[in-house]
């Protein structure tokens, strides 16, 4: 920790979560992951599978512990360092629940129906059998990031209405009852910000939607990666260039770009008067190489299942601290009556 004047300079606090509620793909790496891996070397990082989010739609629960639990190796062998951030499972820490309700006595229904997730992901649905929980999804973000009192959220572009509304809450809260809580800014990367579907490049590469040949499944092996790619749609005409005209293009220059740190302008240059199988093959072997030491750590993180726990009981026993500390003052400022020791 750097010093000025002898006094412990306290460095920016990131908090950021992922649900565990299904394949993780490369565009959860690229956008999410590894900035979450870069974000150390600078902030005070805690990060969290987020599996009470995860449940606001039905899952399994067989596939609900091996997803989180895959979600916390994909983390750890992709880079996120438990000496130096913590790592948690949301529902470790029962104080995410309990401030998502004081903060829900805050919260207008107003605001939650205009939330466009709220909106997309009950789009077609009858309002009688649409989960509460689906609906108060954003309350319980909201408690996660004001918790840890953290200062920066770095989301894709598609959760920045959701930090929004937890700036808004912040200092509603603040107003009320007194400054109790750090107002977050939203993080928004551009370069992997969004990656787009192998299938459909207009649509973002995803789990839920599309097919499964529309994205790279962390896990999936080498031939598998290399027929993906190869089968991946690509855009009129021969040139390996990036455009309007060329959103598959565009797509799978980023991808490249991304991984291996060759500017997209270089990459033009050298696939100039090549045409896409060449290039194509190419990428197969980035996205290859680029996978394959983090398969492999998950492997072996795979076969030392208490590795994994304990990295998560020493994650929850911080983060407790932290998120009690917090919560001890909210309790107060509310008028809640503290618990006789
Ligand atoms: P789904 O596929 O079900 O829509 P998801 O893959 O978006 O879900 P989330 O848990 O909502 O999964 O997102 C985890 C993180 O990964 C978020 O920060 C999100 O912005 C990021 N992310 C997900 N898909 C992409 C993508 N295609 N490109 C860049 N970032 C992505
Ligand atoms: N809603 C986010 C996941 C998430 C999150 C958070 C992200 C839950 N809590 C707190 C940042 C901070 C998503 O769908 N990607």
Known sequence: MSETAGKPERRPRVFSGIQPSGTMHLGNYLGAIRN???????????????????????????????????????????????????????????????????????????????????????????????????????????????????????????????????????ERFNNAFGKTFVVPEPIIRGKGARVMSLDDPTKKMSKSGGSEAGYIAIMDTPDVIRRKVKRAVTDSGTEVRPGPDKPALSNLLDIYSSLSGDTVDHLVERYSGKGYAQFKADLGEVIVAALEPIQERIRELEADKDATLKVLARGAEMATSVAERTMTRVRERVGLVPRPE
Not at 44 to 59: E, F, G, K, P
Not at 101 to 110: A, F, S, V
């Open 36 to 170: 979450w891996v870069a974000m150390q070397e600078t902030h005070d990082c805690v990060y969290c599978a987020v599996d009470l989010h995860a449940i606001t739609v039905r899952q399994k629960r067989a596939e609900l512990r091996r997803g989180t639990i895959d979600l916390v190796n994909l983390m750890l062998a992709s880079g996120v360092d438990p000496d130096r951030s913590i790592v948690i499972v949301q529902s470790h820490v029962p104080q995410h629940s309990e401030l998502a309700w004081i903060l829900n006595t805050i919260t207008y229904m107003g605001e939650l129906r205009r939330m466009t997730q709220f909106k997309d992901k009950t789009a077609g649905a009858e309002g009688e059998s649409i989960g509460v929980g689906l609906f108060d999804y954003p309350v319980l973000m909201a408690a996660d990031i004001l918790l840890y009192r953290a200062d920066a959220v770095p989301v894709g572009e598609d959760q920045k209405q959701h930090v929004e509304l937890t700036r808004d809450l912040a």
